[in-house]
């Protein structure tokens, strides 16, 4: 009877605690939620867990990663590929993307999410005009960069 408990309730729990809440286009299915890793902990970043990509997509996602990662699959607060749709927030005429109502609150409300540091150059860009791609060695970590010229020069 607890096995059947416990298969009914961890789902259900990993989603609750999730930041895609009921939000309707970031809800992952159970099968997600029992295939996902658990990331590495940044203390940088709020308890926002992003969604692993499987082994699946991988191929897809680093095919992405060429041409850079589309923002909107973004969660600029997290710093992390999603592989969905996140929420859009237009602020001060740019457009940011998070992954539930608590990023879209901190999209508008602090400057350091909406700012990072060209890794190459290490100069600060605004995350609505950078080429984004996949970190070297991960699978949902991104790294803002001010150009794809700087982001070519970073990896080579």
């Given amino acids: 009877m607890k096995k059947v408990v416990f298969y009914f309730l961890a789902p259900a729990m990993l989603q609750l605690s999730s930041c895609s809440g009921d939000e309707g286009q970031n809800v992952q299915s159970q099968t997600e939620i029992a295939e996902a890793k658990v990331p590495e902990e940044n203390p940088a970043n709020h308890i926002h867990t992003p969604k692993m990509v499987n ?44 992954c539930c109502e608590m990023c879209v609150k901190t999209i508008q409300n602090e400057r350091q999410v909406r700012v990072a540091l060209d890794p190459l150059t290490r100069k600060e860009i605004d995350k609505a005009s950078a080429f984004i791609a996949l970190k070297p060695g991960s699978n949902s970590d991104v790294l803002y960069f001010e150009s794809e010229e700087n982001y070519r020069k970073f990896i080579n």
Avoid at 56 to 71: F, I, M, Q, R
Avoid at 80 to 89: I, P, R, S, T
Wanted: some cysteine; glycine content about 12%; overall charge negative.
């Fill in 55 to 98: 082994q699946e997509t991988n191929a897809n996602v680093l095919a992405l990663a060429d041409g850079g990662l589309p923002k909107e699959l973004v969660c600029m607060v997290n710093n992390a590929y999603m592989g969905k749709d996140q929420f859009l927030v237009e602020f001060e005429g740019k457009q940011y993307y998070g």
